[in-house]
């Protein structure tokens, strides 16, 4: 069996019971960082063999995991915070572990864009997820492919980046468009600023971004 198991995306608190439980009984725990990962198993007492799994070696572990997963074992697949597979790696294990027959299972649990869907007041009945934009070629035509389109839109992006990023939205989709920038999901200092995208730029020029963000865009009227 091959568990993908989400884990908080700030408060450790959002742990589940079962997610607990499963990896504490799994053989094997892949990690994407395995120094992230050891504080969220040292603070819930799981002491289960870790292994680093990430986008740089999964092309290389992937193959010997699945013989692990045939061979009989148990393995969790976690991602430093959030669930495995969205932004993160995971999809080339699942699709590998399915080719090859075994069970997979996805636990419920913490995925940032759903919060700063649902608390950006905009229309969250039909929706697309984008995830990261490219960092450097490729940033404005995958906007522009998205000029027309009528869902909510979902970005995520850093803190170095966004006051970059909200410019070049406002430069295709207009700066009237209507936007809500989340940071911080669960943690301490969460927040949401909303509101056009220029008053937003406005925000964040005299303001400095700090931490990751979840952008929530409107879609064409």
């Known amino acids: ?18 997610a ?52 009989g074992m148990t393995i969790a697949l976690i991602s430093d915070a959030g669930t495995p597979g969205i932004s993160d790696p995971g999809f ?49 035509s995958r906007l522009q492919a998205l000029k027309d389109e009528q869902r909510t839109m979902i970005f995520y992006e850093s803190p170095y980046r966004i006051v970059k990023a909200l410019q070049q939205m406002a430069e295709v989709f207009g700066g009237e468009r209507r936007v809500s920038a989340c940071r911080e999901i669960s943690k301490v200092h969460e927040e949401s600023v909303r509101g056009t995208i220029d008053e937003v730029i406005a925000h964040f020029t005299e303001t400095e971004p700090k931490g990751e963000f979840v952008l929530v865009v409107a879609g064409k009227p």
């Open 92 to 140: 080339m294990l699942v699709r590998a572990a399915v080719e090859a027959g075994i069970e997979v299972q996805c636990l419920p649990g913490a995925t940032a864009f759903v919060p700063a869907l649902v608390s950006s007041g905009l229309p969250d009945d039909r929706f697309c997820f984008e995830g990261f934009l490219p960092q450097k070629k490729g940033r404005m």
């Open 1 to 18: 069996m091959l568990y993908i198991v989400p884990t908080p995306v700030g408060n450790m608190e959002d742990m589940t019971f079962r």
């Open 20 to 71: 607990i439980r499963i990896l504490k009984e799994a053989d094997l725990i892949l990690a994407e960082d395995t120094r992230t990962s050891s504080v969220l198993l040292n603070h819930y007492d799981i002491k289960n063999h870790l292994v680093s799994h990430h986008k740089f070696n999964e092309h290389q572990t992937t193959a010997g995991v699945v013989e692990r997963l045939k061979a």
